[in-house]
């Protein structure tokens, strides 16, 4: 079975992305989608500790410890860029302003339920963040995801096991086998990889899934 | 004459008392204003509450002060990370309370107590293990969990400059949590790394109005560390 590899993920999210959008990408995974924004548009990229306008790594020796991104990453800021106090940086958020929040996960509901912050696990330190304001801040939160886990478990679940981040939140996931529609009607399959049915894919995920009438190949 | 000018940090935080609510500002490092607390830890005083994004990385700063035992409780939204070992082992040992706050309801309710609100709806959390056991409400259509004010004896801040009646202006990431925490202690210590005439500051860029701050202590920048995520 085809599978994409984590970079062709991030390409494919990045083709999502329309000029002029405002968007955040979570730590982890989705900060790759970075690398594949199309050089003709412009795409304002946030950190949710207080930049806008968020350019690519330094060259190695040119670090400034006081100009990085929400991974305490060192970052640098475009021409145009911003700088910004944390409660306007989640007003961007909660208030409606970002239009796009490109998340890890867990796991995702068929109805858009997301669970990326704590495993649950009683001996756990628990750290939540920005996820959970990330979740349900943005006009669109998609997720980008493998569709199982190392155990062959599927991560878009009917019901979240793992402790919620937020209800409902999310629209659409990207993941190495499919991206899927999600939401109140359930999850919709969009696109499907090379070589993979839509029979199989239900029976990979144990899931009942609509399949999109324009369904295309990956 | 009105000058917030102090001339150390130890002086600066001399009246800070065990038992005190404390918000020290950064986010990871950027930020963090490490020589105020490094004088809060010589003051020896301890049973405090700390506000802050984090719960210490490295060594220094927030890390120093949980390593030292001077902390009762921390409010923050993220203590877990590679380098966060000294609160690790606290909280293992039963040694340190947490409470756990999504980032943006940390802001909204450090902003809330600075604005003089009594509470605030948020949808933030909603559903969720962290507002379990809080009041909700349906408004318009959408789900919000009452959150109230975080308000603090002290704040503790970094800035970039500052002038003798408290005037502030940040630098890059590091303002984070700053102009907020500010607004929200009964007295705001901020450390600068220059001191500058009054009007040297663009009115029309003062981030923090001296309103805000009650101490400026200036201290040699010292940014350029580097730092584990």
């Not at chain 1, 350019?55 to 145009?80: R, S």
């Not at chain 2, 917030?4 to 930020?31: P, Q, R």
């Not at chain 2, 259509?141 to 801040?157: C, M, N, Q, S, T």
Request: with cysteine; hydrophobic share 45%.
């Amino acid at each position: 079975m085809y599978r994409l590899t984590r970079d062709q993920m991030a390409a494919r999210v990045a083709r999502d992305i329309p000029e002029g959008a405002y968007v955040n990408l979570g730590i982890g995974l989705p900060t790759k989608v970075a690398n594949y924004l199309p050089q003709e548009r412009e795409i304002f990229l946030q950190s949710e500790n207080g930049l806008l306008g968020m350019g690519p790594a330094p060259t190695p020796g040119e670090e400034d410890w006081e100009l990085i991104n929400a991974g305490k990453q060192p970052v640098t800021l475009l021409a145009g860029g911003s700088f910004f106090h944390h409660a306007d940086s989640f007003a961007m958020m909660r208030g409606g302003h970002l239009d796009i929040c490109v998340l890890g996960a867990f796991q995702v509901s068929v109805r858009g339920d997301l669970a990326n912050w704590h495993t649950g696990e009683p001996d756990a330190i628990p750290a939540v963040g920005g996820a959970m304001d990330l979740a349900i801040g943005a006009k669109q939160t998609f997720v980008m995801m493998e569709l199982l886990t190392k155990q062959g478990e599927s991560k878009l679940v009917e019901t979240c096991t793992y402790p919620l981040t937020g209800l409902g939140c999310v629209s659409r996931i990207y993941t190495d086998l499919a991206v899927f529609d999600v939401g109140p009607d359930g999850a919709r399959v969009i696109e499907i990889v090379d070589g993979l049915s839509i029979e199989a894919l239900r029976k990979l995920t144990g899931l009942k899934l609509a399949a999109s009438d324009e369904m295309q190949p990956a | 004459m009105i000058d917030k000018e102090v001339a150390s940090a130890a002086v600066a935080v001399a009246d800070i008392h065990s038992g005190a609510s404390v918000m020290i500002g950064g986010f990871g490092t950027a930020g963090m204003p490490d020589q105020l607390i490094d004088a809060l830890i010589a003051r020896g005083v301890g049973d405090l509450t700390i506000i802050n994004n984090n719960a210490g990385n490295g060594e220094a700063g927030v890390a120093a002060l949980i390593k030292a035992g001077r902390v009762r409780k921390i409010i923050c939204s993220f203590p877990r990370q590679s380098d966060s070992h000294h609160f690790d082992a606290a909280y293992r040992a039963g040694q340190i309370e947490l409470e756990l706050v999504p980032q943006g309801n940390l802001a909204a309710r450090i902003q809330a107590a600075g604005a003089g609100l009594g509470a605030i709806f948020t949808p933030t959390g909603y559903g969720t293990l962290l507002a379990e056991g809080k009041e909700t409400r349906e408004i318009d259509g959408k789900h919000y969990v009452l959150e109230h004010p975080i308000k603090a004896d002290f704040a503790l801040i970094k800035a970039h400059k500052g002038d003798r009646w408290g005037n502030l202006i940040y630098r890059e990431t590091a303002r984070n949590f700053g102009p907020i925490m500010a607004m929200a202690a009964t007295t705001t210590i901020a450390q600068v790394s220059e001191i500058v005439e009054l009007g040297a500051i663009d009115p029309e860029i003062v981030v923090s109005p001296g309103i805000f701050v009650q101490r400026v202590v200036q201290i040699a920048s010292t940014t350029n560390h580097a730092l584990a995520a």
